[in-house]
């Protein structure tokens, strides 16, 4: 048996297709996420690689209800910017005030990946939850954006070395207009 609480060996697993296993349940990638000390700097440089427009959003207790961090609730707060590139979606985030996982991280690894999002994959939010924390990865921080969008950090950076995130957002939701656009809005069409 792993050492992890609730995991199956190895030698336990199947392999059911191409692209499955039998314990698996994830999900695809839907997010990549870097944390840095500086957001517009950090905005500059993936600009320049041609990824952006930015959306720039404020995340405190006026945005964000159910603050948690490590089993507590607990304030903090963030600067964050969202951007597609192709199909893949980008988030940068700055730390601003109290202890996240984020100010974690910077202490810890410095800048750089520090989570991937992950879809539902047909599983409820809340069982998504605990079959990670059935697997031994903790939850470790968590809110409600608007009141709307739920989201929850898990604790999966032994095993991979990164955290996962999961996303609930509900049908039809639609990220309000940024407080920011970064390098510019895009021209609005006719």
């Known amino acids: 048996m792993n050492s992890r609480a609730g995991t199956k ?18 999900g695809e990638a839907m997010q990549i996420c870097v944390v840095t000390r500086d957001l517009h700097r950090t905005m500059q440089q993936f600009v320049r690689l041609g990824v952006g427009p930015w959306r720039v959003y404020t995340f405190d207790e006026t945005t964000v ?11 903090y707060s963030m600067r964050l910017a969202l951007a597609w590139s192709g199909s893949t979606f980008w988030e940068i985030i700055q730390p601003l005030d109290g202890e996240s996982i984020y100010t974690e991280w910077l202490a810890k690894h410095g800048e750089g990946i520090q989570h991937v999002a992950l879809t539902c994959n047909g599983i409820s939010f809340e069982d998504r939850i605990a079959e990670f924390e059935r697997r031994g990865h903790k939850l ?7 009141g709307a969008v739920r989201y929850a950090y898990l604790d999966t950076e032994e095993s991979t070395g990164f955290a996962v995130e999961l996303l609930d957002f509900p049908e039809g ?18």
């Open 173 to 190: 939701f639609e990220m309000p207009e940024p407080e920011e656009w970064y390098p510019a809005a895009p021209a609005v069409k006719p």
């Open 9 to 26: 060996s190895i030698v336990d697993v199947q392999v059911t297709s191409e692209t499955t296993l039998s314990n698996s349940f994830m």
């Open 140 to 146: 470790t921080q968590s809110g409600s954006y608007l």
């Open 65 to 75: 209800k159910d603050l948690t961090y490590r089993g507590e609730k607990r304030p």
